[in-house]
């Protein structure tokens, strides 16, 4: 109920501040949203981001993936290459299905310390996936020191969706489905 709360906040004064800026120039609108926009992401972290790069759910007393990946897309937009880092390292340490299961898709839910669901949920992997292409473009050509492998581990989990997660209907068309079909966990 609490995170809820906190993001009717956010809206409303967002709302507020979107609203004056009919009274101001171009320039100053986009100073205004670019506070907005960081101020956002800020509170975002602090609330729900702990320093290790877990995404907690507080209602729920868990972390899923949706929210790591949602968290990932969010750095990477904010150019937060720190926070970024933090949850794809806290993400494959313990939402990675690489050791269990020999796939790049990750476990759905953690909790308690450990994972408690390993079933995949496709909306998350792919967010994962394109968080990791943003992180490859924005990141990996720049050549810097330490970067990670961002691109190719994107291509790893973007293959094993279309092999684990989609399915052909009887006519031939492929569709995505919410999670692995054939998964027995």
């Known amino acids: 109920m609490y ?43 602090q609330f729900f981001i702990d320093s290790s790069g877990k995404v907690n759910r507080i209602e729920d007393g868990d972390v899923v993936s949706e929210g790591q990946a949602y968290a990932m897309l969010r750095a990477v937009w ?34 308690q310390g450990e994972v408690y669901d390993w079933m995949p949920a496709s909306d998350a992997d792919i967010d994962y996936a394109l968080s990791l292409i943003f992180a490859d473009y924005k990141w990996s050509k720049k050549n810097l020191i330490g970067v990670e492998d961002y691109g190719g581990k994107a291509k790893a989990v973007l293959s094993d969706i279309l092999d684990k997660e989609t399915f052909r209907t009887l006519s031939g068309k492929l569709y995505l489905g919410p999670w692995v079909m054939d998964d027995k966990d």
């Open 3 to 45: 995170s809820r709360a906190l993001w009717i906040i956010f809206a409303i004064s967002a709302s507020v501040i979107i609203n004056s800026c009919d009274r101001i120039d171009t320039g100053s609108a986009k100073i205004v949203s670019k506070k907005i926009t960081e101020s956002g992401w800020s509170g975002f972290k």
């Open 78 to 111: 904010m150019d937060d290459k720190e926070c970024f880092d933090n949850c794809y390292r806290w993400t494959e340490d313990n939402l990675s299905r690489v050791k269990t299961k020999s796939d790049n898709l990750l476990a759905w839910q953690w909790k």
